[in-house]
């Protein structure tokens, strides 16, 4: 066996293990589709600088043969904007579609073409489409020196790709807001979507949706999930400094909610549901850069603050933060609420949530559709 595959076998092994790859199919497919050839660099960070390694290296061959997150992208800004997904991920998305020989399957989010390439290794050329604003044509000669040629396009993800439609199922290996419409007119009926949806930083997990009639339906995955937002190349980005609201007078109190309420993933997101678009979250430091508070921003101005010098509680249920609110929305109340509100339903996990999309609404659900909803944000 050669350096790769050898490699290649041991993280099939690992995800085999961990229970993240179970059909056969899938199996061999990780074990015979190379991931250097589609990531023959990656991006590591030290101290604030991005480095380049070469996946030619042992270094190299042994991080691309970990199931890990790699970045391949970084933009003039030394943000992230491209990664390859960890393999088990990659694996548990397929297996959660059902996949099965002679499905034809649309890929939202191209990137290195290694998803893409797995793909094809089970389902032949024919049935693989792919699409991205960016990266196609990296992608389409990394598969080509492989043996695959899946049809791939560069577009906006928003738009799917109707020359292939209708889909068996569609995959979105990047975050959305919401889930495009157009997606739903170009899966089969009865076919599927995986998506990860996030309406928020960190606030959201994949749904797998069925294409019922004129809407689409289902529950959110157990497991978490995040992936990069999707990119549009026309969109404008909202403000990320928030403007000025000196006039307008803070709000002090006591909170029950933990200072890093994004922790807790499923209140989190119903909070965001609430929450102004654009709201983000981190923390103020001391003059040693150490964290004192939890800070949360929106575009207009809002803002609060909350102590991490409190008391927590045994039972993990509130506890006492001295917490701190200014602007034209109370973000921090918004929290309170959304956690009050899933401690009163029982601090229901994933599971228990779906979401309904139509061609006007798209919406959050416990248990059952017909059960207390909430309605997400659409895009203008």
Same mark, same amino acid.
């Given at each position: 066996?050669?350096?790769?595959?050898?490699?290649?076998?041991?993280?099939?092994?690992?995800?085999?293990?961990?229970?993240?790859?179970?059909?056969?199919?899938?199996?061999?497919?990780?074990?015979?589709?190379?991931?250097?050839?589609?990531?023959?660099?990656?991006?590591?960070?030290?101290?604030?600088?991005?480095?380049?390694?070469?996946?030619?290296?042992?270094?190299?061959?042994?991080?691309?043969?970990?199931?890990?997150?790699?970045?391949?992208?970084?933009?003039?800004?030394?943000?992230?904007?491209?990664?390859?997904?960890?393999?088990?991920?990659?694996?548990?998305? %397929?297996?959660? !579609?059902? +996949?099965?020989?002679?499905?034809?399957? #649309?890929?939202?989010?191209?990137?290195? @073409? *290694?998803? &893409?390439?797995?793909?094809?290794?089970?389902?032949?050329?024919?049935?693989?489409?792919?699409?991205?604003?960016?990266?196609?044509?990296?992608?389409?000669?990394?598969?080509?020196?492989?043996?695959?040629?899946?049809?791939?396009?560069?577009?906006?993800?928003?738009?799917?790709?109707?020359?292939?439609?209708?889909?068996?199922?569609?995959?979105?290996?990047?975050?959305?807001?919401?889930?495009?419409?157009?997606?739903?007119?170009?899966?089969?009926?009865?076919?599927?979507? %995986?998506?990860? !949806?996030? +309406?928020?930083?960190?606030?959201?997990? #994949?749904?797998?949706?069925?294409?019922? @009639? *004129?809407? &689409?339906?289902?529950?959110?995955?157990?497991?978490?999930?995040?992936?990069?937002?999707?990119?549009?190349?026309?969109?404008?980005?909202?403000?990320?400094?928030?403007?000025?609201?000196?006039?307008?007078?803070?709000?002090?109190?006591?909170?029950?909610?933990?200072?890093?309420?994004?922790?807790?993933?499923?209140?989190?997101?119903?909070?965001?549901?609430?929450?102004?678009?654009?709201?983000?979250?981190?923390?103020?430091?001391?003059?040693?850069?150490?964290?004192?508070?939890?800070?949360?921003?929106?575009?207009?101005?809002?803002?609060?603050?909350?102590?991490?010098?409190?008391?927590?509680?045994?039972?993990?249920?509130?506890?006492?933060?001295?917490?701190?609110?200014?602007?034209?929305?109370?973000?921090?109340?918004?929290?309170?609420?959304?956690?009050?509100?899933?401690?009163?339903?029982?601090?229901?996990?994933?599971?228990?949530?779906?979401?309904?999309?139509?061609?006007?609404?798209?919406?959050?659900?416990?248990?059952?559709?017909?059960?207390?909803?909430?309605?997400?944000?659409?895009?203008?």
């Amino acid at each position: 066996m050669s350096d790769w595959t050898t490699r290649a076998a041991r993280l099939v092994d690992e995800l085999t293990e961990a229970g993240k790859l179970r059909s056969p199919q899938w199996q061999e497919a990780f074990r015979g589709v190379p991931r250097h050839v589609f990531v023959p660099e990656y991006y590591q960070q030290d101290g604030g600088t991005w480095t380049a390694v070469s996946t030619d290296s042992p270094e190299g061959l042994d991080a691309v043969y970990a199931n890990r997150a790699l970045f391949t992208d970084v933009d003039e800004h030394g943000r992230g904007v491209s990664s390859s997904s960890m393999p088990g991920l990659m694996a548990r998305m %397929l297996e959660i !579609l059902d +996949i099965h020989p002679g499905d034809r399957v #649309l890929e939202i989010g191209t990137g290195t @073409g *290694y998803n &893409a390439a797995i793909l094809c290794s089970v389902l032949g050329d024919d049935n693989v489409y792919s699409i991205d604003i960016d990266y196609v044509d990296a992608a389409r000669r990394r598969l080509a020196t492989v043996g695959f040629s899946p049809t791939l396009d560069t577009r906006d993800g928003v738009l799917g790709l109707p020359v292939g439609a209708p889909y068996d199922r569609i995959e979105a290996t990047v975050a959305v807001s919401s889930v495009p419409y157009a997606w739903v007119q170009q899966v089969r009926e009865g076919g599927l979507i %995986l998506v990860d !949806l996030k +309406i928020g930083t960190a606030a959201g997990n #994949l749904v797998l949706l069925q294409h019922d @009639g *004129y809407a &689409a339906e289902g529950r959110f995955d157990g497991g978490y999930a995040a992936f990069m937002s999707m990119r549009h190349p026309s969109r404008v980005e909202p403000p990320t400094t928030p403007v000025n609201t000196n006039s307008l007078s803070a709000v002090t109190g006591v909170t029950r909610v933990p200072p890093k309420a994004w922790e807790k993933s499923v209140p989190w997101f119903l909070a965001s549901l609430s929450l102004p678009e654009g709201t983000t979250y981190g923390f103020t430091l001391d003059e040693r850069y150490t964290p004192t508070a939890t800070l949360f921003t929106s575009p207009d101005g809002s803002r609060a603050t909350v102590l991490l010098d409190g008391e927590e509680s045994l039972d993990g249920e509130g506890g006492a933060w001295q917490c701190e609110q200014s602007g034209p929305h109370r973000l921090w109340d918004e929290v309170e609420r959304a956690y009050a509100l899933w401690w009163d339903f029982g601090q229901p996990s994933w599971e228990r949530f779906g979401l309904t999309v139509t061609p006007e609404t798209q919406t959050v659900w416990l248990d059952d559709p017909v059960q207390p909803a909430w309605s997400c944000p659409l895009p203008d």
